[in-house]
């Protein structure tokens, strides 16, 4: 018996239960087994488990006649005696079971029924634990590297957790023993088994980073507004302050750099950007563009979410940035689709036109004219009634007309005859 205590404990420990919480449920799992081996009794028996003097006992409590007993829930006086000589009728006695006479399909019952138990609080014991850290940042050890996949095993209050190769940061290589800061992006399977999932290149994972070494951003003095991210490689943040008197960028970069150098130490020393945001989209734009200079930012389409940055020709590349890097996170930054043009064509040496002041105006005037155009078509419409109205009132005054010319016509024809025949007198 003193194995099953070993066994007990042994078994605690990997399921990270307490002693006491599993006896109950080992408990439970026997009572459930002797009362299929007892199905007469199951109101009587009793089980006993006390690691302090491994002691592990089930009973029967029997009931003391002085008759024939009619079945295992009774027990004569004189059977009883040989027992307790104390014994009276009336009262009770504990007849110990034989364990290992409940049979195999009663110990796998009970087996089954502890095996159940233990993933019910494994769950429990998991959602408790990392519930309130999903999408939060939590710091973990290195415990196991696989090799060939490169799944690294990670351990949090006990708890493994695995951190796959396609989220960890690339480049990076993790060694048994290390710490790290892990983001938790989600819990699967909450009503069955859960599964945390961890990342190291989740954007919000430089969020968090920012949070525990900035005290502005954690006590809400400075807001992160939007970030960007291509792991490994660069990262763009933009902050805003809420107090005037609070600069965010110089608050998120630290005395000496001391605080952004250790989010970028913890991420392997991939480049963060701190950029100042703007809620005027040109300014916001042009910034998000860092470390490149931008001549002129112009709103193409505001619905459509179009715009086009004019760059000096010698920060043109520095602007799109390796593969379009810098571009794609400025994009991504503010939610434009950025066009950079040069400043000066490389052909024709001309100026770009989005720099001239006409370029602006004549952007203004198409704006007036569709304006324009939209409120005359309006317009129209409406004096198309009145033109109609004028018509048919001209066509009427016409007609009045041209009977009156008629009729003046008519007696100007009489008076040449009358004057034809005068004249015939006359001579």
Known sequence: MENFFDALQMLGEENSVGTDVLIEKVKTAMLKAAKRAY???????????DPATKKFAMYIVQEIIDDEPIDENEINIAAARTIDPNAVVGGNILKEIDISKLGRMAALSAKQSIK??????????????????????????????????????????????????????????????????????????????????????????VKRLFEMEVPEIYDGTVEVKSISREAGSRTKIAVWSKDSNVDAVGACIGPKRSRVTAIVNELSGEKIDVIPWSEVPEEFIARAL??????????????????????PNDQLSLAIGKAGQNAKLAAKLTGYKIDIKPQFDSITGEAAPELSD???????????????????????????VIEENQIEESATEEIAETAENTEETAENEEQPEEESDADSAEE
């Open 290 to 311: 860092a470390p490149a200079e931008a001549l002129k930012t112009i709103i193409t389409s505001a619905e459509e979410k179009n715009c086009t940055v004019v760059v």
């Open 39 to 49: 199905p007469h009794s199951e109101d009587r028996i009793r089980v006993e488990i």
């Open 116 to 205: 159940g138990d233990l993933r019910e609080i494994s769950r429990d014991q998991m959602l408790n634990k990392f519930e309130s850290k999903e999408h939060d940042c939590i710091i973990a050890k290195v415990s196991q590297i696989e090799p060939g996949r490169g799944t690294a095993t990670v351990v949090y209050e006990g708890t493994e957790l695995y951190l796959f190769k396609n989220e960890q940061i690339p480049n990076e290589t993790l060694k048994e023993g290390q710490t790290v800061k892990v983001f938790i992006t989600g819990i699967v399977g909450k009503t069955k088994k859960p599964i945390i999932k961890i990342s190291r290149t989740h954007k919000d994972l």
């Open 358 to 384: 006409d370029f602006k105006i004549a952007e203004k005037v198409i704006e007036e004219v569709s304006e324009v155009e939209e409120n005359t078509d309006t317009e129209i419409s409406a004096e198309e």
